[in-house]
């Protein structure tokens, strides 16, 4: 069983559509993360979710609304895709008191 | 400034080299610590956590100097399959900052 998997692994796009990309963890973690990893291979927290309340939002901008309909599930949908968009979006998920996070394959999003 | 600084590298070594990695981070509140590997296309996967005193796991040496806020990784015997990055993590509670990776290639 996968501990934490996302969907869809690939993704392509043209600019101005709007997208979401799923994440599930089966470890029974409180806590969930979405990371941004861009062509220079920085990763970036985007959000963190504990217990279904939002307690990180990095600068991101509001086009991209993370949505937890529960504890194992932490989706990320982004509105009117633009290029720089593009890379690749990884989730993962932790207990908050333990922060060994264990991540998901991820997705990479391309925007043309 | 960078919140959590590497050397991004790369490191070309023979097999069977020692090779140290460090890093360091900015903000004196931070509370754990870990090195995370990167193979290429692959998510991030906890390497080893990183504790003051000072922890082994077999090839791998994590050291930790909260006085100068800096973490190592130390890799002795180096292995083909220890090509990747390495990225050092470091924890402020809820937060998790990330490095940017140091690329390792060991060449036969």
């Known amino acids: 069983d996968t501990a934490v998997s996302q969907t869809p692994k690939y993704l392509v796009t043209q600019m101005g559509n709007d997208k979401s990309i799923k994440c599930e963890q089966n470890?029974?973690?409180?806590?969930m993360y979405w990371y941004k990893q861009d062509s220079k291979k920085f990763l970036k927290i985007m959000f963190s979710y504990n217990n279904k309340e939002l307690i990180i939002n990095e600068t991101v901008p509001n086009r991209f609304s993370p949505k937890s309909p529960d504890k194992a599930h932490l989706n990320l949908h982004i509105n009117s895709l633009e290029l720089g968009d593009s890379a690749v979006y990884f989730c993962?998920?932790?207990?908050?008191?333990?922060?060994?996070?264990?991540f998901g394959q991820g997705t990479r999003l391309t925007v043309v | 400034r960078k919140e959590v600084e590497q050397d991004p590298g790369p490191f070309n070594v023979p097999e069977g080299a020692t090779v140290a990695f460090n890093c360091t981070y900015s903000n004196s509140a931070s509370q754990s610590f870990f090195w995370y590997r990167q193979d290429c296309r692959k998510e991030p996967k906890l390497l080893m956590s990183?504790?003051?005193s000072g922890n082994e796991d077999g090839r791998f040496t994590a050291q930790l100097n909260r006085a100068s806020q800096y973490i190592s990784l130390l890799i002795r015997d180096s292995k083909l399959s220890d090509s990747a990055t390495y990225l050092c993590?470091?924890?402020?509670?809820?937060?998790?900052?990330f490095g940017a990776g140091t690329r390792l290639t060991v060449k036969p």
């Open positions: 470890l029974g973690h409180d806590t």
């Open positions: 993590v470091v924890n402020e509670l809820d937060d998790m900052r």
């Open positions: 993962a998920s932790s207990f908050r008191d333990s922060l060994e996070a264990f």
């Open positions: 990183v504790y003051s």
